[in-house]
């Protein structure tokens, strides 16, 4: 997923063996691999092909004992490109640095200290999330809810992305690792669309694509009308009757 320019990824991690944290898909066949492995082939292969900032999504199912250990894991295995303290934001107070300062991998007492600016809190609604979220907290929704959301209160969720980061990921009963299509909440400026990257088709087409732009990097400045409030963007919405228009493309051998 790193060399393929991924720029997020979920780590589930769960107590293992001889105080050894592991990794797995919970409560499923999938193999069990050492956390201490997965954050050593991200040491190796984070900044392979881009040298923009890496966001560790930790799902912590770990007791405190072995937090303590990933903890360690973290700072020894990762070092210097792991960001243990805030920029220098003196120009910009409020709002988060550009993927521009480069080389920060964020992750979840000793691990928690290491969650820098992606704090993650639940979500409760648009308003709620105006009058007491923080810049550095962002909310993680399953594809359902935000499916919902993007349908009823779309010009929302545009005013919301544009202060807050937002992570979409795919639901549970996907339990044979598909995909959906993530256009739509691209559409309403969601930064972190989760897909499952082992899954071939149409939805990681659409990320490849997506992503290819701005040299492959793994990170694309969403259009001036999902940053600027002036545009009252809503994806719902066809102005001047305009339809839009369908085009199939062919590789011709």
């Not at 521009?100 to 999330?129: C, D, M, Q």
């Not at 040299?215 to 409030?229: A, E």
Request: with cysteine.
């Amino acid at each position: 997923a790193l060399r393929r320019g991924c720029r997020c990824l979920e780590i589930d991690c769960w107590d293992g063996p001889s105080a050894e944290p592991i990794v797995y898909h919970g409560h499923t066949l999938t193999s069990k691999i050492l956390f201490k492995d997965v954050i050593t082939t991200v040491e190796q292969h984070a900044f392979e092909v881009s040298p923009y900032p890496v966001i560790l999504s930790l799902e912590n199912h770990c007791t405190p004992t072995q937090q303590d250990v990933m903890a360690q894991y973290l700072t020894s295995i990762l070092g210097e490109k792991l960001l243990a303290t805030s920029l220098d934001l003196t120009n910009q107070p409020g709002q988060l640095p550009s993927p521009n300062r480069k080389k920060a991998a964020v992750v979840a007492e000793s691990l928690s200290n290491l969650v820098i600016y992606t704090k993650s809190v639940k979500f409760h609604s648009f308003s709620h999330a105006r009058e007491h979220q923080q810049y550095y907290e962002n909310t993680s929704l399953g594809e359902k809810k935000a499916h919902k959301l993007v349908k009823t209160s779309a010009p929302d969720f545009v005013q919301h992305n544009m202060v807050f980061i937002t992570r979409i990921y795919p639901a549970a009963s996907r339990t044979l690792s598909s995909n959906y299509n993530p256009q739509g909440f691209w559409n309403v400026g969601s930064q972190m669309v989760a897909l499952n990257f082992q899954s071939l088709g149409l939805p990681m087409d659409l990320n490849n694509g997506r992503f290819q732009d701005n040299g492959g990097c793994g990170y694309v400045l969403k259009p001036l009308f999902l940053r600027t409030n002036q545009w009252g963007f809503n994806p719902n919405s066809y102005r001047h009757n305009l339809k839009p228009a369908h085009l199939l493309l062919k590789q011709h051998r």
